[in-house]
């Protein structure tokens, strides 16, 4: 039976785990915070690593050790933009993505993708705006940009199977032209056209977005 001494040492290791876990996380928040905001505001030329140490109050080796090269980090404010965490979270792991798959109709499950675009692209559109303007400038932004462009356009073909799998989908209709047109017309670049530039609200946005995709690629009363 371990004594009480060393229960009280473990116990302290612990807190004092706990304690270092939370501090690490917080530097990190911190030194995303920064970057991010030096990225939209200032550009990529501009965001130097030691400029985002000096905003999040760390030394340069930690942003470093925290969150990798600039590239690296791009790539991660991308990504966690998408998920909403301060991670990357695969797909098919979104808890959106599994309420599309949960839905029964193509409807329902258009609907639920237009709530997610409204709220990722708040997040994303900013970010995607000042990643397409380095992007012909800095090769490894450029190769970032379309890694994660033709992720989105494999993303929107699977999307486009799980809706004409309803039998919701007008007959003319293939999986291919579906997915271009989920692809379009839910891009970062739409959001900003809307939101940014002609003041539409995410309410407004949502609301549109999941009527004009219901009516363009759902067959109508008429059609049944």
């Known amino acids: 039976m371990p004594s009480k001494s060393r229960t009280v040492k473990r116990r302290r290791r612990h807190y004092r785990s706990e304690i270092r876990a939370e501090g690490a996380a917080e530097t990190r928040q911190r030194i995303l915070e920064a970057a991010r905001a030096r990225f939209i505001t200032r550009g990529y030329a501009a965001m130097t690593m030691q400029n985002i140490a000096d905003d999040a109050e760390v030394a340069l080796d930690t942003v470093y050790e925290t969150v990798g ?3 690296e ?3 991660l404010l991308v990504e966690i933009a998408i998920s909403n965490t301060d991670r990357e979270v695969p797909a098919e792991q979104r808890a959106y993505v599994q309420r599309i798959h949960a839905a029964t109709s193509a409807r329902e499950k258009l609907a639920i993708y237009a709530n997610a675009v409204a709220d990722i692209h708040q997040r994303l559109a900013p970010l ?3 990643l397409e303007s380095a992007a012909q400038a800095h090769p490894d932004l450029g190769a970032i940009w379309r890694e994660i462009a033709e992720r989105r356009a494999q993303n929107m073909k699977k999307f486009a199977a799980e809706l004409v799998a309803t039998g919701d989908v007008r007959a003319e209709l293939d999986v291919a032209g579906i997915a271009d ?3 379009a017309m839910t891009a970062p670049e739409m959001y900003s056209l809307l939101v940014d530039q002609r003041g539409w609200s995410q309410a407004e946005l949502e609301a549109w977005l999941a009527d ?7 067959r109508t009363r008429a059609d049944r």
């Open 69 to 71: 090269r600039k590239p």
């Open 73 to 75: 980090l791009v790539k």
């Open 128 to 130: 995607v705006k000042a």
């Open 181 to 183: 047109v989920l692809w």
């Open 212 to 218: 004009a995709l219901a009516r363009v690629l759902l």
